[in-house]
Nanobody, 128 residues
């Protein structure tokens, strides 16, 4: 049973930075893919960043491209999301996930899949 635990969220002023961490049990990050999603209040969960292990390619939603960076440390079974130049619209609950199926493509990114994958319980980020 895969367990993912996020940490690093908090309250920050616009323009600030945060580093989110996601620690997994077992060989979590030798999985097919891993990524970060977020769910703003009252909105659908959306993709933020993803790494595909087979190709090594990373993808970011348009809204965070150039500001957020996804990375991993296999030795620590940990995935990171470095967030800089934070904006109020980045306020959301942030979730990490592995082995998730594709979501639905949108104009600037993708939605979270309706089911499947391994998910953490989330960490809150508030920018104000």
């Amino acid at each position: 049973h895969v367990q993912l635990v996020e940490s690093g969220g908090g309250s920050v002023q616009p323009g600030g930075s945060l580093r989110l961490s996601c620690v997994g049990s077992g060989n979590t990050f030798s999985s097919y893919n891993m990524g970060w999603f977020r769910q703003p209040p009252g909105k659908e969960r959306e993709g933020v960043a993803v790494i595909y292990k087979t190709t090594g390619k990373t993808f970011y939603s348009d809204s965070v491209k150039g500001r957020f960076t996804i990375s991993q440390d296999n030795a620590k079974n940990t995935m990171y999301l470095d967030m800089t130049s934070l904006k109020p619209e980045d306020t959301a609950m942030y979730y990490c996930a592995t082995d998730f199926p594709p979501g639905t493509q949108t104009a600037g990114g993708w939605t979270a899949p309706r089911s499947g994958g391994n998910w953490g319980k989330g960490t809150q980020v508030t920018v104000s």
